[in-house]
């Protein structure tokens, strides 16, 4: 592990509490897929909960996020009601978005999350627009932006880190490298070992931060947000991680080996942290089992919630529809 900054055991707990949380969520959710309880596909990011808790871990409550069409732990590690988006995956009334936009497209903007998006790298001129709006209002705010090493070769993820370099807006770009774009891995798409190199090409840090270590992910983060806060404009942290589960439910997974996933389960950032924090004398093994049975018993409770919620009704179809 890396450099570790002091963090109170309440602290340390919510962040396992969180990690259990999104794998429960992810775990049932793939469940609920299998047993053909939900429409469409959806993105799983089991094994990358770390990126996901560590980065948020750094922010103020009322700061932004934007997330990705693999957001769900994005949302939950924002404080999002798990409850409501079981309800929105499973395409209930109750649901964060009535149960109309489903795993890919869930908003909590009270908690600070602007959204996630099914358009590879949508999230990231979003991010650079709201933190121009805080810039403007002069909130302290500060925006962070998830995206995958695949939207790190879009256009638009250029243009927005130019703008946001020459403006100097508040905003951090988190990249989740899970080292595949859908089939694509990272070594051929990129001429260079790390995309936080890039960083150098507008100016602001580029930092390369273990992303299966949550404690090193919360330091990187820590020091760009406070470069953001005092006005010195936006930083590029690269979160090397493995997701475990194919790119979409679609996926047969042809370009990796069993092996290769195998090598990555055993860097599990959850198992990480729990070792961590007992060897450290934060953590007893029974308290470590309270809180994934707390978290299951959560998720538990958010599929008893969504499957006695009402369906949406044919007649409100078009409510929401502005186009």
């Known amino acids: 592990m890396e450099k570790r900054i002091e963090l109170t055991k309440e602290q340390l707990l919510d962040m396992l509490s969180k990690m259990r949380t999104i794998r429960a969520f992810e775990e049932k959710a793939d469940q609920l897929f299998a047993l053909g309880k939900v429409h469409g596909t959806m993105h799983l990011s089991i094994g990358m909960e770390a990126t996901a808790v560590g980065a948020i871990a750094a922010l103020r409550p009322d700061d932004y996020i934007t997330s990705t069409h693999r957001g769900h732990g994005h949302c939950i590690a924002k404080g ?4 409501l988006m079981m309800a929105e995956f499973l395409g209930k009334e109750t649901g964060y978005c009535r149960g109309r936009g489903g795993s890919m497209h869930i908003a909590d903007v009270e908690s600070g999350n602007l959204g996630a998006t099914g358009v590879v790298g949508g999230g990231i001129p979003t991010a650079v627009g709201a933190a121009l709006s805080v810039a403007l ?12 090493d695949g939207a790190a070769n879009m256009g638009i993820f250029h243009e927005s880190l130019n703008l946001a370099a020459i403006w100097k807006l508040p905003v951090v770009f988190v990249c989740e490298n899970n080292q595949y774009a859908m089939s694509m891995p990272v070594a051929r798409a990129f001429p260079i070992e790390n995309i936080a190199e890039r960083a150098a090409a507008y100016a602001m840090p580029g930092k390369v931060v273990d992303g299966n270590d949550v404690l090193a992910v919360y330091a990187a983060v820590v020091e760009a947000v406070d470069r953001a806060r005092h006005g010195q404009g936006p930083s590029l942290v690269e979160c090397k991680t493995y997701r475990w589960k194919g790119h979409s439910k679609s996926d047969q997974e042809r370009y990796r080996t069993r092996e290769e996933v195998a090598a990555w389960k055993k860097r599990d950032p959850i198992a990480r942290l729990e070792a961590y924090l007992i060897e450290q004398g934060v953590l007893t093994t029974e308290e470590a089992q309270r809180i994934a049975n707390e978290a299951q018993q959560l998720i538990e409770d958010a599929v008893a919630f969504a499957e ?11 409510e929401g529809v502005y186009a």
């Open 80 to 83: 999002g009601d798990v409850k």
């Open 308 to 318: 006695s919620s009402p369906e949406p009704r044919v007649e409100e179809i078009h």
């Open 137 to 148: 209002r002069k909130t302290g705010q500060v925006v962070l932006c998830f995206f995958g």
